[in-house]
C-alpha cells in the first residue's frame, strides 16, 4: 500500500530549492531566447537558399558587418547613446507621474473621480495625435522628444498601478484600522506590496512604449539618435544600415524587457506563479 502525501507536503516539495525548481526557473530565463533564435534560424536559411532578396532584407550577417563598420565609425554608439538618453529620460518622467497620479486616484475617493477619468479621456487619443500639437508647446528639440515618450510610458504605469491599488483586499485595510496604523506604516506595509505587482508589469509596458514612442520622435526633424540614423539610410536606400537600426531598436526593447523581467523576479520573490 503506497503512503498518503498531504497536499502540504506535496506544495512544500513543488516549492522548495529541489533540483526541478532550479530546472524550472533556467527554462524561464533562458526559455525566451528560443523564438529569437528561430526567427534568426529562419531567416538565415531563408537567405542562404536565395528565398530572400537581399534587396528587400538583407541577411543576418549583412546586419553585423554593418554594425561593426558603424561602430567603427563611431556613428552607431553615438546615436544610440542618444536615444538612450532620450528613453530613459521620458521613462523617468512618466513614471514618476504615473505612479504619483496612481497613488492619488487610488488612495483617494476625490483624486479617483477627477484624475482617473481625465486618464481614461486622454487614453482615446492616440500619441500621434498630439504631437503636432506638442511641436507646437515645446518647438522641435528635446523637450518635445521627451514629452512624448513620457506621455507615452505614462499610462502602463498609471493603469496598472491604479488597478493593483484598487484590488489591494479591503482586510488587510481593516486589519490596519483595527491595529491603528500610522499613514505612514500603512502605506509602507500594505499599499507598496499590493501595488508593486501592478507597478512593475506597468514599468514592463512602459518601457517597451518608450522605445515605440523614440522610433516616432526620432523621425521628426531629428538630427541625431537611431531614428535619424535609419531616416537618413532610408534616403539613401542603405537597406542595411536601416537594418542594423531596427536590430537595435528590437535588442533595446528585449533587453530593457528582460532587465524589469529579472527584477520582478527578485522583488516578487514571495509570490508563487505557474510562470515561475
Not at 154 to 172: E, K, N, W
Not at 187 to 192: G, S, T
Request: proline content about 5%; aromatic content about 8%.
Amino acid at each position: 500500500m503506497k503512503p498518503m502525501i498531504h497536499p502540504p507536503v506535496i506544495a512544500q516539495r513543488l516549492f522548495s530549492g529541489s533540483p526541478r525548481r532550479h530546472d524550472r526557473d533556467a527554462q524561464t530565463r533562458w526559455g525566451a531566447l528560443l523564438g529569437p533564435a528561430l526567427l534568426l534560424l529562419y531567416w538565415a536559411v531563408l537567405s542562404v537558399t536565395g528565398f530572400l532578396d537581399p534587396r528587400v532584407l538583407p541577411a543576418p550577417w549583412t546586419a553585423v558587418t554593418t554594425a561593426i563598420d558603424l561602430i567603427r565609425e563611431g556613428r552607431l554608439q553615438e546615436h544610440l547613446l542618444i536615444s538612450t538618453g532620450r528613453a530613459l529620460a521620458g521613462l523617468a518622467l512618466g513614471t514618476v507621474a504615473g505612479v504619483v497620479l496612481a497613488l492619488v486616484s487610488g488612495l483617494s475617493v476625490l483624486g479617483g473621480y477627477v484624475i482617473d477619468g481625465l486618464v481614461q479621456l486622454k487614453r482615446g487619443i492616440p500619441i500621434l495625435a498630439l504631437i503636432p500639437f506638442m511641436i507646437l508647446w515645446f518647438g522641435i528639440g528635446e523637450g518635445m522628444k521627451v514629452s512624448v515618450i513620457a506621455i507615452a510610458a505614462f499610462f502602463p504605469i498609471y493603469i496598472q498601478t491604479h488597478t493593483a491599488l484598487r484590488a489591494i483586499d479591503i482586510r488587510y485595510v481593516e486589519l490596519s484600522e483595527t491595529l491603528a496604523l500610522s499613514r505612514w506604516t500603512f502605506l509602507r506595509r500594505i499599499v507598496l506590496p499590493g501595488a508593486l505587482p501592478g507597478f512593475l508589469t506597468g514599468l514592463r509596458f512602459a518601457a517597451t512604449a518608450s522605445w515605440l514612442a523614440l522610433v516616432v520622435v526620432e523621425q521628426l526633424n531629428a538630427t541625431s539618435g537611431i531614428g535619424y540614423m535609419v531616416t537618413l539610410a532610408r534616403n539613401y536606400a542603405q537597406t542595411d544600415v536601416m537594418l542594423v537600426g531596427l536590430v537595435v531598436y528590437a535588442l533595446l526593447g528585449f533587453g530593457s524587457d528582460a532587465l524589469i523581467r529579472q527584477i520582478e523576479r527578485r522583488a516578487l520573490r514571495w509570490r508563487r506563479s505557474l510562470g515561475r
